[in-house]
Nanobody, 121 residues
Framework: QVQLVESGGGLVQAGGSLRLSCAAS????????MGWYRQAPGKQRELVAG???????NYADSVKGRFTISRDNAKKTVYLQMNSLKPEDTAVYYC???????????????WGRGTQVTVSS
């Protein structure tokens, strides 16, 4: 079965850094865009960063200059390097990827279960 598994979340002090990883597993024909979303209590889920299969990236204004998204296609993994963390970055971070699971099939959206990031002041 195809799934995405996040890792790397935890508790960090303001100004610190964390690196999140998301690995895709299972029978996957190809991977299109991959990205990270987050959801804080009482807030809507929002896009944090995305990266296309060609390497183009985009970021939410709130994290631009602090976060970096990257991918390793050989490992079927997307990363989110988070620097200069702020308390307002506290949220559950979810990995998302559009996967093609067979030839001739359309890309389908898959989600990880999420990993908690807590930034203390």
């Amino acid at each position: 079965q195809v799934q995405l598994v996040e890792s790397g979340g935890g508790l960090v002090q303001a100004g610190g850094s964390l690196r999140l990883s998301c690995a895709a597993s299972g029978s996957i024909f190809s991977i299109n865009t991959m990205g990270w979303y987050r959801q804080a209590p009482g807030k809507q889920r929002e896009l944090v960063a995305g990266v296309t299969n060609g390497g183009s990236t985009n970021y939410a204004d709130s994290v631009k200059g602090r976060f970096t998204i990257s991918r390793d296609n050989a490992k079927k993994t997307v990363y989110l390097q988070m620097n200069s963390l702020k308390p307002e970055d506290t949220a559950v971070y979810y990995c998302n990827a559009y996967l093609i699971v067979g030839p001739g099939l359309t890309p389908q959206s898959y989600w990880g279960r999420g990993t908690q990031v807590t930034v203390s002041s």
